[in-house]
Structure formats: structure tokens, C-alpha cells
């Protein structure tokens, strides 16, 4: 059974800096895909950031452009989204995912339907 486990989440002010991991087993993790995507209460769930299985594509929703930085450790099974300069905008719910698909280059948009296995959600809350 694949499981993805995510951590790292937290209450920060505006500004502020958060890093959260995936860990992830029961798959060959080196041959998938990661994604990060959130959802705020009320609204549609939206494709952060992905990055692909050897991590020489990385690729970004324009709202965190510049703010955050997704990268792996293929060694630890682990993806990492490092948050920063963060908006209360940037509050949500956030999911760890995982597709064995080819997703090609960052043109193509990240949509749900691309990913086979999800994590439970780590929350993070920015305040103003």
C-alpha cells in the first residue's frame, strides 16, 4: 500500500517560513512523480508545485513563483516544499501526491485527476 505522510505544517505570521516534508513508502518512489497541491476552506483544491522523478523539472503555480521551492531526496524518499515569504492566502490544507505518469514539462497544468495517491494533509495557517 503506497502511503505519503506529511509534516511540517504550522501557524506563522506573514512573512514567515515554513518547510514540509513527504515521506513516503510502499512504492518505488524514485520512478513517481510529487506534487504538492492545497485547498482553503470553500474552495476548489489547486496544484502548488511538482517536481519531477529525478527532480530536473520543477514547476510552480504563478501564486508561489519565487516564494517556494519544491526539491527531493531520493535517498530518504522524501519531497520537500520550502515556503516562504508567506501570505495569509497561502493558508490551506496541504496534500502530498504521486503519479508514476510522465507529466511532461511545466507547461502542462497540474490537475488532481493526474495523481493516484494522496497523503492526509498537513495544515498550514498564515496570519496577518
Known amino acids: 500500500q503506497v502511503q505519503l505522510v506529511e509534516s511540517g505544517g504550522g501557524s506563522v505570521q506573514a512573512g514567515g517560513s515554513l518547510r514540509l516534508s513527504c515521506a513516503a513508502s510502499?512504492?518505488?518512489?524514485?520512478?513517481?512523480?510529487m506534487g504538492w497541491f492545497r485547498q482553503a476552506p470553500g474552495k476548489e483544491r489547486e496544484g502548488v508545485a511538482r517536481i519531477s522523478t529525478g527532480g530536473g523539472i520543477k514547476c510552480y503555480a504563478d501564486s508561489v513563483k519565487g516564494r517556494f521551492i519544491i526539491s527531493r531526496d531520493n535517498a530518504k524518499n522524501t519531497v520537500y516544499l520550502q515556503m516562504n515569504s508567506l501570505k495569509p492566502e497561502d493558508t490551506a490544507m496541504y496534500y502530498c501526491?504521486?503519479?508514476?505518469?510522465?507529466?511532461?514539462?511545466?507547461?502542462?497544468?497540474?490537475?488532481?485527476?493526474?495523481?493516484?495517491?494522496w497523503g492526509q494533509g498537513t495544515q498550514v495557517t498564515v496570519s496577518s
Open positions: 501526491a504521486t503519479t508514476a505518469y510522465s507529466l511532461g514539462t511545466c507547461s502542462r497544468q497540474m490537475i488532481e485527476s493526474d495523481y493516484n495517491y
Open positions: 510502499g512504492y518505488t518512489y524514485n520512478k513517481y512523480n
